[in-house]
C-alpha cells in the first residue's frame, strides 16, 4: 500500500539536505514506565524540527520553472522556517503567511532564512485567506505544508531512520498537527513491514484530526491557544486523514497542563528543549498507564524544539 | 608523563556506570566562527554533569571497608549529586555539605539519589569546614570532589571519547573549578599524544585558578555570585595546579552576562540546556576572534545542565 522505493528515493534525495538525528534513550523515562523509552531528537534537525524533511523533498521535485516563480505557504511558524530555509538553499524566493500570534521566534527565524514574511489572520483559518490571496496576486506556487504525499514522503525519512535504530520498535507516539509527519511516520512503519503501534496526539483545545476522525472527514476547527503551536492548524488534511484513520491506533488529547509538564521533564531532566508540539508525545505517555512490558520499545517524537524564550521563561515560572 | 594504562583502566572500570556522551556538530557555530565546533554534550551524562565519571573511579578504587564507614563530599552541588548516585549504585552511605546558597535543583536531585544533605555556610570554604567538621564527628571518609588524582583519571574517559570522535582535535575550552575536569582531560589529551591548545574557563568573579597562576601557588579566593555555580570553588586544586600550569594556554574569564548569553544561545539554537559552568567555553569562545582555519576542529566542553528553572527563567526574561 505504501511504496518504500518511493520513500527510498525521497530519503536519498534529502540526504544531503537534512540532519540523520539521534534517537536517545532516556534510562528516567525507562524506569519510570517500565519499557525502553527512546526520544527521537529531532528538534537538533535544521531549522529546529522535522518539517525541512518533507519540504526539501517537495522542492527538489518540483520543476525548475515552478520554483522560478517563487514559492508560498502558510503556517505557524515551523513550515515557515522550512520553506524559507528550503528555497534559500536553492535560490528560490519564498513568501509565507503565519498567524498575527504567532511565535516570534519563528517569524525571525523565518526572517532569518531570507523568507518573507506576511502577518495576518488572528485565526490559522484566515492566514490561510490570506495566503491563498497571495497565490492569485503575485502567481505564487503554493507549497503545501502538511497536506501532500510527496511531503510525507519526505517525512518518512524520520521513520526509517527510526526502525534503523530500533527494528523491533513496539510503538511510536507522534503530534498531529495536520497530520503530515504522522502520515509519513505511518508510511514508513508500514512499508517496512513494522506493525508497531502508532498513537496520535493533539492538544484538548486543537483537536482537528479527533474531530476529523468522529465526522469521517476533515472539519474545520477553531482552536483555542495552545502551548503546541505546531498542533493547531485549521482543519486537517485531506491526505493525510485516510492514513491516520487506517494506521492511527488512537489519538490521544492533552491538556496545557500536561503540555508544560512534559516541557519541564524534558528540559530539566533531559536537557532537551522541546516546543509544545515537541513535547506532546510525552505528556500522552504520562497520561496514563500503558502497560507496555520490559522488552517494549517506545519512541516519542520530539518533532521540534522553537519555543519563545519568554513563553518557556513562563512555563518554567 | 600521563599514564595511558591507568587512564584506560579508570575508562573500563567507570565503563558500565556512565554514559558514552555525544560529540555534536554545531552548523550554526561552525558557520559563525568558520572553523568546525564540537559540542562535548556531557550534559546527557548521569546526573546531569560530568562528575560522576571521576566519583565511580573513586568509590571503585577504595576499599570495602572505606566505603562500608560511609562517605562525605563538600560541594556546590554537581559533585554532590554524583557522590549520592554513586554511593546509592554501590549501596554506601553519602553525606555532602552544600553552601546556602546551592541551587534548588541540586539539593533536590542530591536527595532524590538517597544523598544527606548538610546546608551550611556563606562561603564556599565555610562550607568545606563544615565538611571537615562531620568527617571528624562521624568518621566518614572523606571523597574529593576535584583535587585528587584517581578523580582526574576518572575524569579522563571525556578526553578518551573526544579523542575517538575526532582524532585531530585543534582545540578544547573547558570550564575551571577546583581543575577536576580539565586535569583528567589534559592527561587524556597528552597521553594520547595529543598537542591540542586547551583553554580553561573561569566567571570573572570566581577565578580562582587564574589567581593560583598568577601566585605560583593556590590561594584562597571570595567568589561573587555567578551563573557558573560550577565554577566556584574557594581555591583550586593542589594536584590540578599543577597540570592547569603545564597543560592549558590560558584561562579565559568570562563575564555573567557573556554566560548568561551562551545559555540563551546553547538553548534556543542548540535546544541543549546547560548550566551556567557548561555554557562558559561557549562564552569564551564568543568572547573574540580566535583565527581557527575551516580545517580546525574545535570542542567545547559543555560540562553539565543542572539550572534550577527559576534561574533559568530569569535568564530568558
Same mark, same amino acid.
Not at 13 to 20: K, S
Not at 189 to 211: D, H, K, N, W, Y
Given at each position: ?20 538525528? %539521534? ?27 522535522? @518539517? ?11 520543476? &525548475? ?7 508560498? #505557504?502558510?503556517? !505557524? ?8 530555509? !528550503? ?18 521566534? @519563528?517569524?525571525?527565524?523565518? @526572517? ?9 489572520? @488572528?485565526?490559522?483559518? *484566515?492566514?490561510? *485567506?490570506? #495566503? ?32 534503523? $535504530? ?6 511510536? /507516539? #507522534? ?23 502508532? /498513537?496520535?496526539?493533539? %492538544?484538548?483545545? !486543537?483537536? #482537528? ?5 468522529? &465526522? ?26 485516510? +492514513? ?7 489519538? +490521544? ?11 519541564? /521533564? ?17 505528556? !500522552? ?10 522488552? $517494549? ?10 519555543? $519563545?524564550?519568554?513563553?518557556?521563561? &513562563?512555563?518554567?515560572?
Amino acid at each position: 500500500m505504501y511504496d518504500m522505493t518511493r520513500l527510498r528515493a525521497a530519503r536519498e534525495r534529502t540526504g544531503p539536505y537534512v540532519t540523520r538525528t %539521534p534517537l536517545i534513550r532516556s534510562s528516567t523515562l525507562s524506569k519510570e514506565t517500565g519499557c525502553n523509552i527512546f526520544i527521537k531528537a529531532e528538534l537538533f534537525q535544521k531549522t529546529g524540527s522535522f @518539517k525541512v524533511r518533507g519540504m526539501f523533498n517537495s522542492l527538489l521535485t518540483m520543476s &525548475a520553472a515552478d520554483r522560478a516563480r517563487g514559492l508560498i #505557504c502558510f503556517s !505557524a511558524g515551523n513550515a515557515a522556517q522550512a520553506l524559507a530555509y !528550503a528555497a534559500g538553499i536553492m535560490g528560490a524566493r519564498a513568501v509565507v503567511t503565519m498567524p498575527e500570534a504567532a511565535s516570534l521566534t @519563528k517569524i525571525a527565524a523565518t @526572517k532569518g532564512y531570507g523568507g518573507e514574511v506576511i502577518l495576518d489572520g @488572528k485565526t490559522t483559518a *484566515e492566514t490561510y *485567506e490570506r #495566503c491563498m490571496a497571495e497565490v492569485a496576486a503575485q502567481g505564487l506556487v503554493f507549497v503545501p505544508s502538511y497536506d501532500d504525499v510527496g511531503l510525507m514522503e519526505g517525512h518518512a525519512s524520520l521513520g526509517l531512520e527510526i526502525l534503523e $535504530d530500533v527494528p523491533d520498535v513496539s510503538a511510536v /507516539f #507522534c503530534g498531529i498537527g495536520g497530520g503530515g509527519l504522522i502520515g509519513g511516520l505511518s508510511m514508513a512503519l508500514r512499508a517496512a513491514g513494522s506493525s508497531a503501534r502508532i /498513537f496520535g496526539v493533539e %492538544p484538548e483545545v !486543537a483537536s #482537528c484530526a479527533t474531530q476529523a476522525l468522529r &465526522a469521517g472527514h476533515p472539519v474545520h476547527v477553531v482552536n483555542g491557544r495552545t502551548l503546541a503551536d505546531g498542533l493547531a492548524p485549521p482543519i486537517v488534511g485531506k491526505q493525510t486523514l485516510p +492514513i491516520i484513520a487506517r494506521e492511527v491506533e488512537e489519538v +490521544i488529547l492533552v491538556s496545557e497542563e500536561q503540555i508544560a509538564d512534559a516541557i519541564r /521533564f524534558l528540559l530539566t531532566r533531559c536537557k532537551l528543549l522541546a516546543e509544545g508540539a515537541g513535547a506532546s508525545p510525552l505528556a !500522552a505517555l504520562r497520561s496514563r498507564k500503558w502497560g507496555f512490558g520490559e522488552k $517494549d520499545n517506545v519512541v516519542l517524537c520530539v518533532c521540534g524544539g522553537n519555543i $519563545d524564550p519568554a513563553r518557556l521563561a &513562563a512555563v518554567l515560572s
